[in-house]
C-alpha cells in the first residue's frame, strides 16, 4: 500500500454518505470538523462515502457539495469518491486473506436468525454487538476451504468475514488509541474490537464495507485527525484492528454528540429529519444554522 502523503499539517476529513439529503446532524460534525482543522493549523478533506451503489445517488452527492459550500466550508478541492477505488479496498482485503484472517459465509440473513434463536431456546441469551446485532454464530468459520472454493465455483452468494478471534490473536496485544479535545488534551483508549464479532469486510455486490473502506482511505489520505459522531465511537474499536493487522497508522479521534429529535432519536435520513436543504429552502440561512450549532462565524 502506498505510504500516505506526507504534510507537516494534520489532516482532517469529513466523509459522509450520498444516499440521502444532509441534516442537522451532519451540519455538526462538518462544522466541528472545520473548526478543530481550523483550531489546529490542519487540512480539511471531503470524502464521498458511496461504496453502496444502490442507494448513492449522483444527485444526493451533489446536494452535499452544494449544501457545504452553502454552509461556508471550505474543502481541499476533489473530494476522494469510495466508488472510484474499490481496487484499493481489495488489495487490503487480499492482504488480510493471505494471512488467513478472512472466511467466506453462505449464510442469510433467515439462517443466522434461525440459528441464534436455536442457541437461545438452549440457554442464555445470545451476544449482540454494540449496534444491537447478534454476534455472527460462526455456522461458515469451520468450512473446508475446498468445498468453500466449489460453493464460490457454483455462484453461490457469501459475504467475506473478518475471523475476529484469528485476528486478536494476530494482532497480539492490547490495541488503542488517542482521543483527542477541542484544546489538544489527549487521553488513550482501549478499544474492545472482540465485542463485534466476525463482522462482513466485503460482499458480493459490495466488494468492501465501511469498516475497510473507511480504515484504507484514512490512511491513503493521511488522515491524522478523525472527526465523527460518538454513534460510531464503539465501531472505532474495529477500525484499530484494521489498522493494526494492515499495518496502518492510527489517527486521533475525537467523537462529537449527536443531535437528537424531540423524542430523543438520533437525527437521521431514515426517520426522515429535516434536510439542511428543507431548512435552506424555508429561508432559513447558513449564519442561523451556524449560531444555532454553536459556530458563529
Ligand atoms: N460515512 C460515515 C457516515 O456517513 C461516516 C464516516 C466516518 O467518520 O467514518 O456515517
Redesign the pocket.
Known amino acids: 500500500m502506498p505510504a500516505p502523503p506526507v504534510s507537516g499539517k494534520p489532516v482532517f476529513?469529513?466523509?459522509?454518505?450520498p444516499n440521502g439529503r444532509l441534516h442537522l446532524g451532519?451540519a455538526l460534525?462538518a462544522l466541528t470538523n472545520e473548526a478543530l482543522a481550523r483550531r489546529f493549523g490542519g487540512r480539511l478533506l471531503l470524502?464521498i462515502?458511496d461504496i453502496d451503489r444502490t442507494r448513492c445517488r449522483p444527485e444526493f452527492e451533489r446536494g452535499i457539495v452544494e449544501e457545504l459550500a452553502w454552509l461556508g466550508i471550505a474543502f481541499e478541492p476533489g473530494p476522494r469518491r469510495q466508488s472510484e477505488h474499490f481496487d484499493d479496498y481489495g488489495r487490503a482485503l487480499a492482504a488480510l486473506r493471505r494471512r488467513g484472517l478472512v472466511y467466506p459465509c453462505f449464510c442469510s440473513r433467515a439462517e443466522i436468525r434461525e440459528a441464534v434463536a436455536i442457541r437461545e431456546a438452549a440457554g442464555a441469551p445470545w451476544p449482540a454487538d454494540p449496534d444491537g446485532a447478534p454476534l455472527y454464530p460462526g455456522l461458515c468459520k469451520g468450512l473446508d476451504s475446498d468445498e468453500a472454493a466449489r460453493r464460490i465455483g457454483a455462484g453461490e452468494p457469501h459475504v467475506l468475514r473478518l475471523d475476529m478471534a484469528a485476528a486478536l490473536a494476530a494482532a497480539g496485544r492490547p490495541l488503542g488509541y488517542g482521543v483527542f479535545d477541542a484544546r489538544g488534551a489527549r487521553q488513550a483508549v482501549t478499544s474492545a474490537p472482540g465485542r463485534w464479532g466476525d463482522v462482513v469486510l466485503a460482499r458480493k455486490e459490495v466488494p468492501t464495507s465501511?469498516h475497510l473502506s473507511?480504515v484504507v482511505d484514512?490512511a491513503l489520505q493521511g488522515v491524522s485527525h478523525?472527526?465523527?459522531?460518538r454513534?460510531?465511537e464503539a465501531?472505532t474499536d474495529v477500525?484499530v484492528l484494521l489498522q493494526n493487522l494492515l499495518d496502518l497508522p492510527t489517527p486521533l479521534y475525537h467523537f462529537h454528540p449527536l443531535l437528537r429529535d424531540g423524542e430523543g432519536h438520533k437525527l437521521a435520513k431514515s426517520r426522515g429529519s429535516e434536510s439542511l436543504s428543507a431548512l435552506r429552502e424555508g429561508g432559513v440561512t447558513a449564519q442561523a444554522i451556524r449560531r444555532r450549532l454553536g459556530f458563529a462565524f
Not at 476529513?13 to 454518505?17: E, N, Y
Not at 478523525?226 to 459522531?229: A, D, E, I, L, W
Request: net charge neutral.
Open positions: 476529513r469529513f466523509a459522509p454518505s451532519h460534525s470524502r462515502e465501511y473507511v484514512d478523525v472527526v465523527r459522531g454513534d460510531l465501531a477500525h
